[in-house]
């Protein structure tokens, strides 16, 4: 995924920022070793290596942290930054380096847009597990005429693919027969509908829908074709068959 030109500007921003914050860091570092570096504690006093860790002094040594002025007779001492503090401040630093670069740069971690998109994917196909197996529940003795709007216009899509060669954009027939009147060859309710469409007629032309339309796809198409019914559309074919009333 290219990145736009904002996302370019705010990374270099993130990264220049934090190059400065480094080098500004180290200055202020070097320059107040500079100004302690005549400041040397006797060979006795040296510290251990937990309290030069924690940046602390005893209380008896403080007097040699003293600075110089005072201002109504209260003296500050010249306490640099605890190196802890610093070793974090410094570990965060270059872990939003990496992190910068990881996601946003290279764009190899799961950045929530990336995540999101997997999780719609992952339940999609969840979805389509279960409407599969919801579908293969639908047969031709317990099917029934669907009324939802949504599956009206999803078995009106499906008769446009796959139907209207044979039978006409409106159901007015063609190389099938008419779709629209009261007369059927086959039988005309929810189930002879079902049961054509899957298993087909194959001495007349008709095939078999059962491999390319579960149960539910067909349930559709066929509770959409008997909403044709009536709708006289012009250059209607023929009566045949019997009428179903």
């Known amino acids: 995924m290219a990145l736009t030109f904002m996302e370019i500007w705010l990374i270099s921003l993130i990264f220049l920022t934090g190059i400065i914050i480094l080098v500004v860091t ?21 510290l251990s290596w937990w309290e030069k860790f924690k940046g602390l002094r005893p209380l008896e040594q403080e007097g040699e942290l ?62 389509e597990a279960y409407m599969k ?7 031709e003795d317990n099917v029934t005429v669907s009324t939802a709007a ?20 409106k159901g007015q027939g063609g190389v099938g027969p ?3 009147d009261k007369f059927w060859i086959h039988g005309g309710g929810i189930k002879d509908l079902f049961k054509t469409i899957t298993h087909g007629i194959p001495e007349k032309g008709m095939i078999a829908w059962e491999k390319t339309l579960n149960p539910l796809q067909v349930q559709k198409v066929a509770s959409f074709i008997l909403t044709l019914q009536g709708s006289n559309p012009p250059g209607a074919k023929e009566p045949q068959g019997e009428e179903i009333k």
């Open 133 to 139: 197996q919801f579908a293969n529940s639908v047969n």
């Open 178 to 180: 008419n779709l629209t």
């Open 66 to 127: 003293l600075m110089e002025h005072t201002y109504d007779g209260i003296a500050e001492l010249d306490n640099p930054t605890p190196p802890w503090f610093m070793y974090l401040f410094y570990s965060t630093i270059i872990f939003g380096l990496i992190y910068g670069a990881y996601y946003h740069v290279y764009q190899d971690g799961n950045i929530q847009e990336a995540e999101y998109k997997t999780e719609v994917a992952t339940a999609e196909k969840a979805r």
């Open 26 to 46: 180290l200055q202020l570092n070097s320059a107040l070793k500079k100004l302690t570096k005549n400041t040397k504690m006797p060979v006795e006093a040296e």
């Open 150 to 169: 949504k599956d009206l216009t999803e078995g009106s899509q499906i008769y446009t693919t796959n139907c209207v060669a044979c039978h006409g954009d």
